[in-house]
């Protein structure tokens, strides 16, 4: 009898054992289930999120040209609207062959403090400040602007007016900002519709490279419809022969922007800071261009003027010497524990900000700082448009051509 019980016992609890199993097994199985649901639904969110920035990426890598067209406005909107619609994860992800977050999303100043000078009614004498362009607000409001309003200023008998010779700068502002900026035959175009009878053309370009070169070229197709068109000077006047061939404008512009850089250090003079170990380093873009023998005009000029802790680099390398490593080494040499990089270009936009003061490894901050042979390095982000030395020196070029 005990056996026959025992033997029900042992039987029941393996029938609730198998039982228990078999529920066991269900709710894992059903777990599994959700878990991959959920895990699907997480995949197809992160799927959708980067389909909707990709779309983003496109459309701002197609306004990212240098050619104008009849689909560039709408472009321009399409790519704001789509950048609005994304939420700031997806904003996050948005990056193409030119395109990344910084394209909307960088806050470089108020854009409305800007005035694009695309105005009517011009008159019958026009002079049209052409720039390179940049899309950092402050600086285009200071540096440019800055030219620009001397330029006014010193002859309010005409009217002064803007373009840009880069369409990729002149789309990004329009796309971020709602702010329109001519290019060079827009302008050219606005002034003929206008009747305009004497045109001269200031470019803010440092040296009568590529740009320049371009610049004329464009202005030349359209010398037939105005009584007369002159093309002023640029910054640094003409190129000269050889690295040893200098000339009056080089100066002016090695004195004033010297001396805005040891004020900005806040230094009585630039022998006080070479006593403080201090060398100042203007950075360049540089050019294949023939023209490139400015640069090193410019460092024969700082010589000559007795300015031993001043070097003349460029973010190209060209000419040679001017590369950052080859100024590294220079300012080594001299002894120099303390840096302080300023470019040495209009504009303090997307070449100082991040070229020279970025924070990737191959900045010129970066690379200073990776050669372990400095204590400080600074930057400042000035253009040299914002100087009041430089500015009348564009004012003075546009006397000499005006009064011919």
């Given at each position: 009898m005990k056996k026959k019980l025992v033997a029900m016992t042992l039987t029941t609890v393996l029938a609730f054992t198998m039982l228990a199993g078999c529920g066991g097994k269900e709710t894992a199985s059903t777990e599994d289930t959700t878990s991959q649901e959920t895990k699907s639904e997480t995949e197809n969110a992160a799927d959708a999120d980067q389909a909707a920035a990709d779309e983003v990426a496109e459309l701002i890598d197609a306004i990212y040209v240098q050619e104008r067209t009849d689909e560039t406005d709408a472009q321009c909107e399409a790519a704001k609207a789509g950048w609005d619609a994304l939420t700031d994860a997806q904003k996050a992800l948005v990056e193409g062959e030119f395109a990344d977050p910084d394209y909307f999303g960088r806050d470089t100043g108020d854009a409305s403090l800007d005035n694009p000078l695309n105005q009517d009614e011009i008159g019958e004498n026009e002079i049209l400040v052409v720039s390179f362009g940049t899309s950092f607000n402050d600086s285009r409001v200071q540096d440019i602007g800055g030219i620009e309003s001397a330029i006014a200023e010193a002859y309010p008998d005409w009217s002064v007016?803007?373009?840009?010779?880069?369409?990729?700068?002149?789309?990004?502002?329009?796309?971020?900002?709602?702010?329109?900026?001519?290019?060079?035959?827009?302008?050219?175009?606005?002034?003929?519709?206008?009747?305009?009878?004497?045109?001269?053309?200031?470019?803010?370009?440092?040296?009568?490279?590529a740009e320049y070169d371009e610049l004329v070229a464009t202005v030349e197709k359209y010398k037939d419809q105005f009584e007369s068109v002159k093309v002023s000077?640029?910054?640094?006047?003409?190129?000269?022969?050889?690295?040893t061939v200098i000339n009056e404008d080089k100066e002016t512009v090695a004195k004033a922007i010297t001396a805005a850089a040891v004020a900005k250090a806040e230094f009585d003079s630039l022998e006080a800071a070479k006593e403080a170990g201090v060398a100042?380093?203007?950075?360049?873009?540089?050019?294949?261009?023939?023209?490139k023998v400015t640069y090193s005009q410019m460092q024969t000029q700082m010589e000559q003027l007795g300015?031993?802790?001043?070097?003349?680099?460029?973010?190209?390398?060209?000419?040679?010497?001017t590369a950052c490593e080859n100024i590294i080494a220079a300012v080594k040499e001299a002894g120099y524990k303390t840096v302080i990089l300023r470019p040495l270009m209009v504009v303090a936009g997307d070449h100082a900000n991040n070229d020279m003061a970025g924070e990737d490894e191959d900045s010129w901050v970066s690379m200073f700082s990776a050669d372990g042979s400095f204590e400080t390095i600074n930057s400042q982000i000035e253009g040299l448009g914002r100087i009041e030395d430089v500015q009348k020196l564009y004012v003075s070029h546009l006397k000499d051509v005006i009064a011919e």
């Amino acid at each position: 009898m005990k056996k026959k019980l025992v033997a029900m016992t042992l039987t029941t609890v393996l029938a609730f054992t198998m039982l228990a199993g078999c529920g066991g097994k269900e709710t894992a199985s059903t777990e599994d289930t959700t878990s991959q649901e959920t895990k699907s639904e997480t995949e197809n969110a992160a799927d959708a999120d980067q389909a909707a920035a990709d779309e983003v990426a496109e459309l701002i890598d197609a306004i990212y040209v240098q050619e104008r067209t009849d689909e560039t406005d709408a472009q321009c909107e399409a790519a704001k609207a789509g950048w609005d619609a994304l939420t700031d994860a997806q904003k996050a992800l948005v990056e193409g062959e030119f395109a990344d977050p910084d394209y909307f999303g960088r806050d470089t100043g108020d854009a409305s403090l800007d005035n694009p000078l695309n105005q009517d009614e011009i008159g019958e004498n026009e002079i049209l400040v052409v720039s390179f362009g940049t899309s950092f607000n402050d600086s285009r409001v200071q540096d440019i602007g800055g030219i620009e309003s001397a330029i006014a200023e010193a002859y309010p008998d005409w009217s002064v007016r803007r373009a840009f010779t880069a369409q990729i700068i002149i789309n990004h502002i329009q796309a971020r900002d709602g702010e329109k900026i001519d290019n060079v035959d827009q302008a050219m175009e606005r002034a003929v519709a206008n009747g305009v009878k004497n045109l001269v053309v200031q470019p803010t370009h440092l040296m009568q490279g590529a740009e320049y070169d371009e610049l004329v070229a464009t202005v030349e197709k359209y010398k037939d419809q105005f009584e007369s068109v002159k093309v002023s000077e640029p910054l640094l006047g003409e190129v000269g022969a050889d690295a040893t061939v200098i000339n009056e404008d080089k100066e002016t512009v090695a004195k004033a922007i010297t001396a805005a850089a040891v004020a900005k250090a806040e230094f009585d003079s630039l022998e006080a800071a070479k006593e403080a170990g201090v060398a100042f380093v203007f950075m360049g873009h540089g050019t294949s261009h023939t023209a490139k023998v400015t640069y090193s005009q410019m460092q024969t000029q700082m010589e000559q003027l007795g300015y031993d802790n001043v070097f003349i680099g460029t973010v190209e390398g060209e000419p040679e010497e001017t590369a950052c490593e080859n100024i590294i080494a220079a300012v080594k040499e001299a002894g120099y524990k303390t840096v302080i990089l300023r470019p040495l270009m209009v504009v303090a936009g997307d070449h100082a900000n991040n070229d020279m003061a970025g924070e990737d490894e191959d900045s010129w901050v970066s690379m200073f700082s990776a050669d372990g042979s400095f204590e400080t390095i600074n930057s400042q982000i000035e253009g040299l448009g914002r100087i009041e030395d430089v500015q009348k020196l564009y004012v003075s070029h546009l006397k000499d051509v005006i009064a011919e």
